[in-house]
């Protein structure tokens, strides 16, 4: 089935070491035992004469300009970083600030290790296309040493007909700056009744926040806490809990002359320090116009949590965390639209079924209706989705992937109501697209994994990772796709409602 449906393009997007940003590298705090020694070397930068400083900041930003977009700034942002290290008694130049940022700074390869599970979306610019044609934005998840996960992108041109472009990605990386965020109440209030936090401090908090805050009101609320409240056993740690969770919410923005290719989301806060993995997104669209949203995993080193990405323009980002019961675990992914005035979303709760679930008023995802098991025998390890419904005029298409013998990877189809998404109608009996047979091809054999396609003309436009190492295509005919989709097996206990 798997020959006859899916169609793979002959195009590849491999993993490009080249392509490299530049971090604050503190020495001595990435060996196993930690010994800051950053004192020590700025005395010795401070030692050098002015002539051979200014020969060697000479020297560094032109064997490494031409690969980032103003490494001036990025030294000097990263000498303010540690310039608490500097002596009082000395007063460095500014071309010495300079060296000393270089010497903090070092080049990280976002995808050194890997490129894979992409989405696809419709590109907010549509411009200077051919009849037939849709330019597209394709996420990807960039993995570089130590196995550290960003947020990436591509451009493509779909059609005419089978036909598919991508723009080469050349430039200099730009990861995204922070700006003002509007937090909102109603969502501190969620992380904190996902929590179990309701004490006298928390509410108080709650009452003095209006509706959108910025950092200064939330800080002044928190400086306002009366006494009497403060000297409780735990304020102090209810206050460090209420500065986490707001601060899991942030903002981000990329130059206005950036390219969608060369914008890196790379992580900004403690819960995803150790990566952000696998973004679903898709084009929302409601009432008030068409959005962006995307959700993603956020890891630590040990835990993970669910984020959202909000985005008009794919340019100005605004991230916050997700709560409630349907927001467990990995692989949530939104319906495109909301449905009976209800915004739902595809998750995998348990950790091996595809459920349904919705956001209530209190901004909690519930728990979720089970729609789809392990149940075949290329599925039984566990079952998710490869990204967010796709609205066909037979019912929401839903790609799914399944694991079997050996961790092999598989992906999958079913068809909700449109109406009633809780109703599995149809489903694939077999695989749709599985891994090349023959020999692992590097880094995690035996994957085939997609985070979100779409429609475009006849045909449904499939990205995947293979291998957890490169980003592969492939077009299916719609319509024989539905064709080949038969009602849920008797007895499947997939079905709800």
């Given at each position: 089935m798997a020959v006859t449906l899916a169609v793979r393009q002959d195009l590849t997007l491999?993993?490009?070491?080249?392509?490299?940003?530049?971090?604050?590298?503190?020495?001595?705090?990435?060996?196993?035992?930690?010994?800051?020694?950053?004192?020590?070397?700025?005395?010795?930068?401070?030692?050098?004469?002015?002539?051979?400083?200014?020969?060697?900041?000479?020297?560094?930003?032109?064997?490494?300009?031409?690969?980032?977009?103003?490494?001036?700034?990025?030294?000097?942002?990263?000498?303010?970083?540690?310039?608490?290290?500097?002596?009082?008694?000395?007063?460095?130049?500014?071309?010495?600030?300079?060296?000393?940022?270089?010497?903090?700074?070092?080049?990280?390869?976002?995808?050194?290790?890997?490129?894979?599970?992409?989405?696809?979306?419709?590109?907010?610019?549509?411009?200077?296309?051919?009849?037939?044609?849709?330019?597209?934005?394709?996420?990807l998840r960039q993995i570089g040493e130590g196995h550290l996960s960003s947020i990436g992108f591509a451009n493509a041109v779909l059609g005419p007909d089978d036909r598919l472009a991508v723009t080469r990605r050349t430039g200099p990386l730009v990861t995204g700056q922070r700006t003002a965020v509007a937090h909102r109440r109603d969502l501190l209030a969620a992380g904190l009744t996902e929590a179990g936090m309701d004490d006298e401090v928390s509410a108080t908090v709650l009452d003095c926040l209006p509706e959108r805050y910025d950092e200064a009101t939330f800080e002044r609320v928190l400086?306002?806490?009366?006494?009497?409240?403060?000297?409780?056993?735990?304020?102090?740690?209810?206050?460090?809990?209420?500065?986490?969770?707001?601060?899991?919410?942030?903002?981000?923005?990329?130059?206005?002359?950036?390219?969608?290719?060369?914008?890196?989301?790379?992580?900004?806060?403690?819960?995803?320090?150790?990566?952000?993995?696998?973004?679903?997104?898709?084009?929302f669209v409601d009432d008030t116009g068409p959005m962006y949203r995307a959700t993603y995993t956020a890891y630590d080193g040990r835990s993970i949590a669910a984020r959202m990405l909000t985005s008009g323009d794919l340019r100005r980002f605004q991230i916050s965390p997700m709560h409630g019961p349907g927001a467990r675990n990995k692989g949530i992914a939104l319906f495109p639209r909301p449905v009976d005035g209800r915004h739902l979303a595809l998750c995998r709760s348990d950790g091996e079924t595809i459920g349904l679930t919705y956001l209530d008023g209190d901004n909690q995802w519930q728990p979720p209706v089970p729609l789809h098991g392990p149940r075949r025998s290329w599925e039984l390890i566990q079952v998710?989705?490869?990204?967010?419904?796709?609205?066909?005029?037979?019912?929401?298409?839903?790609?799914?992937?399944?694991?079997?013998?050996?961790?092999?990877?598989?992906?999958?189809?079913?068809?909700?109501?449109?109406?009633?998404?809780?109703?599995?109608?149809?489903?694939?009996?077999?695989?749709?697209?599985?891994?090349?047979?023959?020999?692992?091809?590097?880094?995690?054999?035996?994957?085939?994994?997609?985070?979100?396609?779409?429609?475009?003309?006849?045909?449904?436009?499939l990205p995947y990772g293979a291998s957890d190492a490169r980003v592969g295509f492939a077009t299916v005919d719609l319509a024989a796709l539905l064709d080949a989709m038969t009602e849920p097996s008797p007895g499947a206990g997939h079905l709800a409602g």
């Open positions: 491999h993993p490009d070491p080249a392509r490299v940003i530049v971090k604050l590298f503190v020495p001595g705090e990435d060996a196993a035992l930690v010994r800051n020694r950053a004192h020590a070397l700025i005395d010795r930068i401070a030692e050098l004469d002015e002539s051979e400083t200014a020969h060697l900041l000479h020297e560094t930003l032109d064997r490494f300009n031409g690969r980032h977009r103003d490494l001036v700034r990025i030294f000097r942002h990263h000498h303010d970083l540690v310039r608490h290290r500097i002596a009082r008694t000395r007063e460095l130049s500014p071309t010495a600030r300079l060296l000393v940022g270089a010497y903090f700074s070092h080049e990280y390869a976002v995808e050194a290790a890997a490129l894979c599970n992409p989405s696809m979306v419709a590109h907010p610019d549509q411009a200077a296309l051919a009849p037939g044609q849709l330019r597209v934005a394709v996420s400086a306002g806490l009366p006494p009497d409240l403060l000297s409780r056993t735990t304020a102090p740690g209810t206050i460090e809990q209420l500065r986490r969770m707001n601060g899991a919410s942030y903002a981000t923005a990329f130059p206005l002359d950036s390219l969608l290719h060369e914008r890196v989301l790379w992580p900004a806060t403690p819960a995803e320090s150790n990566g952000m993995e696998d973004a679903r997104f898709v084009r998710g989705n490869c990204g967010s419904p796709i609205e066909t005029h037979a019912g929401w298409l839903v790609l799914t992937h399944g694991v079997g013998p050996m961790r092999r990877y598989a992906i999958g189809a079913l068809l909700l109501d449109l109406r009633h998404p809780e109703r599995v109608i149809a489903e694939l009996p077999g695989a749709l697209l599985t891994p090349r047979g023959g020999r692992p091809r590097r880094y995690v054999p035996n994957v085939i994994y997609s985070c979100g396609g779409l429609i475009h003309g006849d045909l449904l436009w």
